[in-house]
């Protein structure tokens, strides 16, 4: 007779710092909004538990209270005065068992007992590194995952049959993951069961024999503190979870108040080599006027590109981060478009080092990247060639991508033909492909290229720069109906037309990125590096040479910006002189009435 288990849902509270081992119930039970901006820990009766070597507090929430399912409002007026509901009521009780073993202190849940517990005492990823050292890998059953970019991605993959984590179709480059759940690792199945889950908490279905407690959390907190699931495999092969360590996301609020600390400090020092704004968001260039850091301004105070230091000067009472996620940044057209908005701290891109770890804030978001991860992203992108800076190619001062891109096909002797905003059809998911921005034809003893040209560093543009190379490339080599298609269009070019057949061999794909002087160095976000590689190995394998290109902006045109900065900062002195002088003056009519 199989033994009877119950299911069970456990948190690991964090450690505490500030000469207190353990967390008191003041604060890791939950508090409700009150009147105002007060708050109220959730009322609870506690039950001291010790029996078996188990020592802890169960906390009930209270009142217990009968409710009404939903669907009874909505089917009681057809059932008639002659049925009784009142007795159709639910009784829900949420609890929390609180126990403190081997200096840690853990929470099981019961019922809806995870909302009496406060978020911030949790210990961010618990129950996903128990899982991970615990589980078999070739009998994954349902695994969530984020993708690692520009616009990330949330999905949950489930298999019908537990499946080796290789068929999950991971991408060790860019995917994060959030939840797994499978079949536990014999010598562990008889404490937490046949199948276990991990996010924050654990989730296993124990022994019923409150004697079998103590073992279960020591294993656990072991299970937590192991590194099993990156050693090697029989073959010394690297293990299936080892692409886990890369990236990790960030939830320690004290971790985020370091760092934050750190990015404000310096933000306000002036020195800002790898902080920037940048739109989280895809942008349409045709048609934008700029952008401004405050609603209600006037003209002169649109600015062409977004400038930290700039908005920076518009903070009246002093930079600080509450201040900043308190205030937006306004994206402005000039064709009867609203004016749009986004959230100022998610315009904000920050790569911080702390020794040799690497903290990304990107969307709003905090992620640590793993050191070697972090030096092979780097190596892969200063291993790309660039192509060089040269006529027919000249600075940028132009009004967009589009007037750039033709006045430079437009030149005289331009090896160059103008492929922006000309759309394939091609139909399906891949209606309307731009091949490329610029193409240079293949010669005798010279190479063709594929030009994709884009205005700025942020995450979202260049992730869909390297997107619509990584589309039109794939194509190209892979869809004969689509060169087809492109070669009908060529018919009013003076270029020939391509073979159905597509050899990549002898083309490049270059990624023209605007951004900065002449004399600065091109540098992209990790986030877009991460991208950027995952993508070119792929071009790459197909037969392309995937490039680099730094095209400056002109110093004109970054003079105009300068002078815009310098307008603004006048303009806040004089706001900040005018209260002083209405003061003075106030001051002065109601010395003279005295008088």
């Not at 506690?46 to 089917?75: A, C, M, Q, R």
């Not at 750190?262 to 968001?281: D, F, M």
């Not at 910006?561 to 209405?582: C, D, G, I, Y």
Request: glycine fraction near 6%; charged fraction near 30%.
């Amino acid at each position: 007779m199989a033994k009877k288990r119950i299911d069970i849902n456990i948190y690991l509270l964090k450690e505490k710092c500030g000469g207190k081992e353990f967390w008191d119930d003041k604060e890791f039970i939950a508090k409700i909004s009150g009147a105002g901006s007060s708050s109220r820990k959730i009322s609870t009766r506690k039950h001291l538990v010790n029996k078996e070597g188990i020592e802890g507090v169960l906390y009930v929430k209270s009142p217990i209270k009968k409710t009404s399912p939903e669907w009874l409002e909505f089917i009681q007026p057809a059932l008639g005065d002659k049925v009784n509901t009142n007795q159709w009521k639910n009784q829900s009780i949420s609890a929390l068992l609180v126990i403190q073993k081997h200096s840690r202190q853990f929470a099981i849940a019961f019922g809806h007992g995870r909302h009496l517990l406060e978020s911030r005492v949790i210990e961010d990823r618990f129950g996903i590194k128990v899982v991970l050292n615990s589980v078999l890998p070739d009998k994954i059953r349902s695994m969530d995952r984020q993708t690692f970019e520009a616009s990330p991605k949330i999905s949950r993959v489930q298999a019908i049959k537990a499946s080796s984590v290789s068929d999950y179709s991971i991408n060790p480059e860019q995917d994060l993951l959030r939840a797994l759940v499978g079949d536990t690792k014999e010598p562990y199945a008889d404490l937490f069961g046949k199948v276990i889950a991990g996010i924050d908490s654990f989730k296993a279905s124990i022994p019923t024999e409150l004697n079998k407690l103590n073992d279960f959390l020591s294993l656990i907190l072991e299970r937590s503190k192991s590194k099993d699931y990156l050693d090697k495999t029989i073959d010394g092969q690297p293990s299936e979870f080892s692409w886990v360590e890369n990236l990790t996301p960030v939830k320690n609020k004290e971790q985020i108040e370091q760092l934050e600390a750190i990015l404000c400090k310096e933000i306000s020092s002036g020195v800002n080599k790898n902080i920037w704004l940048a739109i989280p968001e895809i942008l349409e260039w045709s048609g934008l006027r700029g952008f401004k850091y405050k609603k209600n301004i006037t003209d002169e105070e649109i600015y062409e590109v977004l400038d930290l230091e700039l908005f920076i000067s518009t903070f009246e009472k002093g930079f600080s981060i509450e201040a900043l996620k308190r205030r937006d940044v306004f994206v402005v057209y000039s064709n009867e478009v609203p004016d749009k908005s986004f959230p100022a701290y998610k315009c904000l891109y920050c790569e911080i080092k702390q020794g040799n770890e690497l903290f990304i804030l990107n969307g709003g978001s905090w992620y640590q990247v793993d050191n070697t991860f972090q030096d092979m992203v780097e190596r892969y992108y200063r291993s790309l060639p660039i192509k060089k800076f040269e006529l027919p190619f000249v600075e940028y001062h132009h009004s967009g991508e589009g007037d750039y891109n033709e006045y430079i096909c437009k030149q005289k002797n331009s090896e160059y033909h103008m492929f922006d905003r000309q759309l394939v059809q091609y139909g399906g998911s891949y209606d309307k492909i731009e091949v490329c921005d610029i193409f240079k034809v293949k010669g005798e003893n010279s190479v063709g290229e594929f030009i994709h040209v884009k205005r700025g560093r942020s995450s979202s543009s260049l992730s869909h720069l390297f997107s619509q190379g990584y589309v039109a490339s794939t194509l190209m080599v892979r869809e004969s109906g689509f060169v087809s298609k492109l070669n009908e269009q060529l018919l009013t070019k003076d270029v020939l037309e391509f073979p159905v057949k597509f050899e990549a061999r002898g083309y490049d794909v270059i990624f023209a990125i605007v951004d900065g002087a002449k004399e600065k160095d091109l540098d992209i976000p990790f986030f877009s590096k991460v991208t950027l590689q995952n993508i070119g190995k792929t071009i790459s394998s197909y037969g392309y040479v995937v490039k680099l290109m730094h095209i400056p902006e002109s110093a004109e045109y970054l003079e105009k910006v300068t002078e815009k900065k310098r307008q603004a900062a006048e303009a806040k002195k004089a706001k900040q002189k005018l209260p002083r002088k209405l003061k003075e003056k106030k001051a002065r009519v109601v010395k003279s009435k005295a008088a």
